[in-house]
Each structure stands twice: as C-alpha cells, then as structure tokens.
C-alpha cells in the first residue's frame, strides 16, 4: 500500500475551531496506528504457519533419530543373533562327547572314568544311584550341594534330563551342571565343565546399546553371565529377549530410548508426519498472505472515509481500539509457598521440622499423595506415625491435604511402621502414609508412601513435588476415620507363631514407638519380656534408636549382663529395623541374621531368590547357594528393596541396616517386629543357645557401618569423580549402588547415604590382615579425589 497517496487523501477537519496541525497529527496517529496493530486473523494465521512449521521440524527430528535408533536396533539384533547361534552350538558342543559316552554305555559301572579320560575338560564327574532322597548335601558327595541336588531330584522325578545350569557364577568355585540319565541302572552321572567354556565371547563388539548373556532360574532370578556395550537403564531403553533352544540361557540387547519411542511412531509415520507438517505450512502460508491482503484493501478503504469528525481520544485508561471496554484490573495472585525440593529424597520424603518440612508443605504433599492415590484407582489410605514431638500437628496437617484431593483417610494413629504397613493388608487399602523420622535425630520427621501396593522412590517421589509445582492436583472433601489396628496385628503374628521354650528377651525400643507393641508381640508369641526404654518419648532421652550403631546397644549389653535373658533385641525409632545382641556381649550384624532367616525360609521354598544389600558381607551369598537358593546383590534402601521383592517374588530381602522383607508366610514389607519373632522362632527350635547357633554362621572381621559427613549434595559429586578415577587391580567391581571392590580374601565398599549427606563406607574380610590391607587400598584410593578427606578408618 502506497502510504503517501494514502496521507494526501486525508480531508483538512471542518470544525473552523479545531485547529489544522491537531487535525493532521490525529489523523496520521490513528493511521499509523491502523497501521501498525495487526488484526486478529493475521495473528491467527501466522501462529497457525508457525505452528505447522515447527511440527514439520519436530517430525524431521523424530524421522532422523527413528532412522538412528532402527538402524542400532538392527545392528543389535544382528550381534544378538549371531551370540545366540554361537551360544547355541557351543551348548550343543560342550556336552556332547560326554553324553554319547552315557548314552552308549548304559551298564558300565565304570563310566566316571570313561568320562574322565574322553573328555579332559570336565572340572568333575560323580555317578550316583537311586534313592537320591537319602543324599545329604556337602557329605557322601562332596560337591553336590543344594543346588545340584535340586537338579537330581528333577531329573529323577521326570526322568528326563533337565536343562544345563550354571552354579555359584562370580566365585572362585563357579561351574556349568549338566546330569545325565545312565539307563537301564537308574543311575545319574553329574558333569561339571568350566564356565568360562560358554562364556567367553572376545569378538562381540557394541558401541551403542547393551548386549547380555544371562541364566534365568525359573521366575525367581535372573543372572548376568557376561555383556558388552554400554551398562543401560530400563527407563532409558528397549530391551529385547532371545531364548537360546534347549537351555535356561537368553540373549538381552538393550537400545537407547529414542525420542520418537515416546510417540510409538515408525520411521515411515515419522516421515510421512514431516510431509505432512510441510504441506500445512505452505497451506498456511498462502492463506495467511490472502488474508493480510483483503484486511490491507479494507484498511485502505476505511481511511479514505475519514472525515473532519475525528477527534484525537484523550488517555482516559480507556482502550484504544475499543472505546466500549473498560480498563483492566490487574491483581497480583497469590501463591502458598511449594514445599522445599531438598526434602524429596531417593526413597522418602524427610526434613527439619518448621524449617524444611512445614504444616504447609506437608499439606500440599498430602493433597499430592491423595491425587496420585485416587489417579492409581484407589479411593483411600491409610496413615500413621511415629512418637516424635511434631507427629500430632503435622499428621493433622497430612490427614487435611489428602481430604483436599478428595481421598478418604483411615486414621490408625501412633503406631509403628510395620502395623502401619499391616493395615493397607488387612484393610485391603493397597495404600498408606508413615509420618516418621525413623532413626533420624528429634528435629527431624518424614514419610514414608506406599500407593497402590508400591512403596515410592526415586523418580515417583520427585512426581509428587512437580504435582505441587505445576498444580496438578484434585480437589474435594475426603472423608476421615479412625480406627484401632493393633490387637489385630498382634493377634495375626501370634496365631502363626507359638514358642515352646519360653525365653527371656530384653526389648530396647531406644523411646521409639515400637517400645509398646514389641512387648505385647513378644509376650504373646510366647516370651518373658524385660522391657528397657520402651516408653515413647520422641526426645529420645537415652540413645538414639538407631541399632546399626553400636554405641546405641551398650545399655542393651549392660542390662544382658545383669539379668538372666537368653537375648537382646533392639529396634529403631519405627520399629522397622531389628538389631541382636548375644547374652554374652555379641552384636550379630543383619547379614549373619539374613544367612538364619534365608536357611529356615529355603527348607519351605527351595530354590528361591533371595535380596541382600552391597552393604552384605560376601559369605552371605556362598550361605543362601549352600542352603539351595539363588542370591541377588541389590541397592540399598527399602522402596528399592521391596521393588526389587515384587520384581522377582523372591522368598526373602534383607539390609545390612536391618530392615528385613519376609515374602514367605508374611506380606513382604519390612517390619523389626516380626522379624524379632522370626527369629525367636527359629532359636526356639535349636537345642543349643543362640550365641552357639550364631556361632555356626560364616564370620570373618568386619567394620561396622563408617561414614564420612559432607555437605549437601557434596557427596554425590565426590562419588562420582571416585567412579571415574578409581582402581583395585585383581578385584570384581560392582557399581549397581556406588563402588564395591571384592577381592580374593574380602571386599570394601564407598556408596553415597540416600537419607544423610555423607559417603557410606565398610570393609569385610576373611582375616584382619586382609581387612587392613583393603582398608589401605581404598584409603589410596578415597585421598587421591580429595586429600584433605577425614576418614574414620
């Protein structure tokens, strides 16, 4: 548009008291501002062309990385394919000399040595005869243990040959099983090879993605053997399953998570989206063009028809363009203040009272757990606390957000972890809240979240903040009820559990408010109770109720030396963690107490998994293999714990802190109390005292837990400048929860603490030497990221 023709059109005003420039000036303002403004249509058709642009640019990027991702994924089938195959006819191989020998053999007594000196690659050959029932492990055969007797058994009852499985894979004494079927004598000819005759791979080359060799042992466990390429995550990757025939072996490759995997959309959708996104954009472009041209000619032909009736609009507040609309009112909204982000931890929520964790953020944390509830399909929960001083305002404060959501709340007030755990049973909620600061100090309190039969960590933890933040969150009016759940959970363990002997049992709640209800469990099952700081009292006035510390079990010491008890028994401030003290002084560490609980649960389910913590000492292991079960090396922490529980049904879980998670004959959730009467239940059927059942179990010289305080966040950097600049020659690593170094003769581990800012360190070995020997290994190691390191060992 031609502006000067435009400007020359404008008529001079009428009104002879109007004056000329006035005139002129508000008629060029109000055509520039015609001008210059742009119409709503053309706002409208340039937001759409960008729009369409920036979908065809985002389908381009989905198109490139779908293409990278297909073309990985390929590669990585390819190199699974072929792994199989070799896997495959290696199998075949291994075992086939062996088995023609059986099978052409079937009245040669003589057949070990037949076997012995054909096939020189056997690390052991034994024949045995029926009955296998009377076989007693590790005794007339050495070297049949639980699990080769397991195998034994099978072949016998189906008289078919079972599937090769490889025994005791990572340790000195690993091996490759295979039992053979000598006809017509009823026979069975045990063969173990080496494993590495099917593991070592050398020419397997992945740049991208992960490749796995693994044993898969029924539903219960799943075994690395070997993998190549990059260790992946399940939150970032695809994973796919070869089964190689005849064998409890697969084949796992793991691809990155493209970005177009979010959308479940193909290469040829992608391709076909970006083309589409294109034609759009021209489509628009056009349409945007003609629009701006019709509204151009009608700008044109409004200015030509003004006239000397233009008066220029004083600024009155009023708009503009639209004289009829009134000015607007701006007010500032308010906001309550989101809760600290510190406080969201890796498996609970947990702060300073009034500082970090206030009345308000717990509201707002209840009315997110109350959303994320209701969104899981579930109409209510259950919710509880500890004996802290600040329990009583800030449950009311959890029970009034989670009302908010529109949840309904079942009160069952102050009561410990385990009861609160046994209620979301018992009630059949599948949900609920434990207000606790579990072994913290007084100033502290938290919660702990199970929703939906899934105790919440990690990222679902961190949800729960960015409903807050982002005001995802329902709203209503909950219902409330209270109720008394306790006779009911002491009336379950002891209908399931009755002791004969009648022992003496010191109980040191530390004040906690497991104090109450442990005595009346352990009464009832059968036990004389001498109770000691087991009144409630969220100070904590005598130590605090933390039984992995040792300095926290010397009244319990004292008092076992002055009364005639059998044991002590201590819990922490929630009652979920259990700690043992021998009448004569011995504290016995949760992973001896794992090796009982795993002995007694393996008699009922032989062949079960069993969950320890890397905190574990490495004879744990060799123990649950012996008693016929599969052992599982896990992370440290309940929520992950009880995940990895769900995840393989595994029979049993423990931590090295003394949570201990019975999946037999109990729920599955970690509870110091009734792993208490577990425990007494299994020394009520031994004839010698506990310190001389204890003293059956594997020990070698160990630390307690050590600990190295930093400041916020400080640990997490330091561990992971350890993880990249750290070396133990001749060690097997694990990193699946910081740095565990495991040597010939013992092991030391550095893991960051998910509940304190500190290094979480300890050291176990076969002999003291050996332990101060790791010690200084990793002393080196730990002073080389920063020298100025106070290290308590």
């Not at 809760?339 to 009345?359: C, E, M, N, Q």
């Not at 930093?710 to 350890?722: N, S």
Request: with cysteine.
């Amino acid at each position: 548009m031609d502006i000067k023709k435009l400007l020359t059109k404008i008529k001079k005003p009428e009104n002879k008291e109007q004056p000329e420039e006035t005139a002129q000036s508000g008629g060029v303002a109000n055509l520039i501002s015609l001008l210059k403004i742009k119409p709503a249509d053309e706002i409208l058709w340039t937001s759409f062309t960008l729009a369409a642009f920036a979908m065809s640019l985002f389908f381009a990027y989905l198109a490139y990385h779908n293409l990278i991702s297909e073309r990985l994924e390929s590669n990585l089938n390819n190199t699974a394919e072929q792994l199989t195959q070799q896997v495959n006819e290696q199998l075949k191989s291994i075992n086939q000399t062996a088995a023609d020998i059986v099978k052409h053999n079937p009245n040669n007594a003589d057949i070990v040595a037949l076997i012995q000196e054909k096939v020189p690659n056997t690390l052991r050959v034994l024949r045995v005869s029926e009955p296998i029932d009377d076989i007693i492990p590790e005794t007339q055969f050495p070297g049949i243990n639980y699990a080769t007797l397991d195998m034994l058994k099978q072949t016998s009852e189906q008289q078919q040959e079972q599937l090769p499985e490889i025994h005791l894979y990572g340790q000195k004494n690993q091996y490759l099983n295979y039992v053979l079927i000598q006809q017509p004598e009823k026979s069975y000819v045990i063969i173990s090879y080496p494993v590495e005759q099917l593991v070592n791979y050398g020419s397997i080359h992945v740049k991208n993605g992960e490749v796995k060799l693994v044993q898969k042992s029924g539903r219960f466990s799943t075994v690395t053997l070997k993998q190549w390429g990059n260790t992946a995550t399940s939150e970032s990757t695809n994973e796919h399953e070869i089964h190689i025939p005849d064998s409890n072996f697969y084949v796992i490759y793991s691809t990155p998570q493209a970005a177009a995997g979010l959308f479940k959309l193909t290469l040829l959708g992608s391709i076909i989206a970006t083309l589409a996104g294109v034609l759009l954009t021209v489509a628009f472009f056009f349409k945007r063009r003609q629009a701006i041209d019709e509204l151009t000619a009608k700008k044109e032909q409004q200015v030509k028809k003004k006239t000397s009736h233009y008066v220029p609009r004083q600024n009155t507040g009023e708009n503009i363009d639209d004289p009829d609309k009134k000015p607007t009112d701006r007010k500032q909204m308010t906001h309550k203040k989101h809760p600290d982000p510190s406080i969201f931890k890796a498996y609970d929520i947990r702060g300073i009272v009034d500082k970090t964790l206030t009345r308000d953020a717990v509201i707002q944390i209840g009315q997110a757990i109350g959303t994320e509830n209701i969104n899981r399909g579930r109409k209510s929960l259950v919710v509880a606390r500890d004996g802290r001083l600040s329990g009583p305002d800030l449950l009311e404060a959890l029970i009034q957000g989670v009302k908010a959501s529109g949840c309904d709340v079942i009160n069952i007030g102050a009561v410990p972890t385990g009861v609160l755990y046994f209620a979301t049973h018992h009630l059949e909620t599948g949900s609920g809240v434990m207000l606790t600061g579990s072994h913290n100090p007084p100033e502290y309190n938290g919660l702990k979240i199970m929703l939906d039969g899934e105790t919440l960590s990690g990222k679902l933890i961190t949800n729960l903040y960015n409903m807050i933040v982002e005001g995802n969150l329902l709203s209503g009016d909950g219902q409330v009820q209270e109720l008394d759940i306790a006779d009911d959970y002491i009336d379950y363990i002891s209908s399931e559990i009755q002791l004969e002997n009648e022992p003496t049992v010191v109980v040191d709640s530390g004040n906690g408010i497991a104090g109450p209800i442990a005595v009346d469990v352990l009464e009832e099952i059968g036990c004389n109770v001498i109770p000691l700081h087991c009144e409630v009292d969220g100070e904590f006035p005598n130590h605090h109720p933390d039984p992995s510390v040792p300095e926290n079990l010397e009244d319990l010491k004292a008092t076992l030396k002055s009364v005639d008890a059998d044991i002590g028994i201590a819990f922490d401030g929630d009652g979920d963690r259990l700690g043992v003290v021998t009448k004569e002084g011995e504290n016995i560490f949760p992973d001896r107490l794992l090796m009982l609980f795993a002995k007694d649960v393996l008699i009922r389910q032989p062949g079960s998994s069993i969950i320890f913590d890397v905190k574990c000492t490495s004879h744990l292991p060799k123990a649950i293999v012996k008693h016929g079960g599969l052992p599982i090396m896990w992370k440290t922490g309940h929520s992950f714990m009880k995940a990895k529980l769900k995840e393989t049904n595994a029979a049993l879980a423990g931590e090295m802190s003394g949570h201990f998670f019975f999946n037999e004959r109990w729920f599955g959730f970690d509870d110091g109390i009734y792993a208490a009467a577990r425990l007494l239940e299994i020394l009520d059927q031994e004839e010698d005292s506990p310190q001389e059942v204890f003293d059956t179990l594997p020990k070698g010289v160990s630390t307690p837990e050590l600990k190295v305080e930093m400041a916020e966040g400080e640990h997490y950097m330091f561990m992971k400048e350890f993880e990249n600049r750290v070396k133990f020659e001749e060690a097997k690593i694990t990193t699946i929860d910081g740095i565990r170094a495991d040597f010939e003769d013992g092991w030391g581990l550095v893991r960051c603490s998910n509940t304190t800012p500190c290094l979480v360190i300890r050291f176990d070995a076969d002999n003291e030497a050996a332990l101060e020997r790791i010690k200084e290994s990793f002393r080196t190691q730990l002073l080389k990221v920063s020298a100025d390191l106070n290290l308590p060992f």
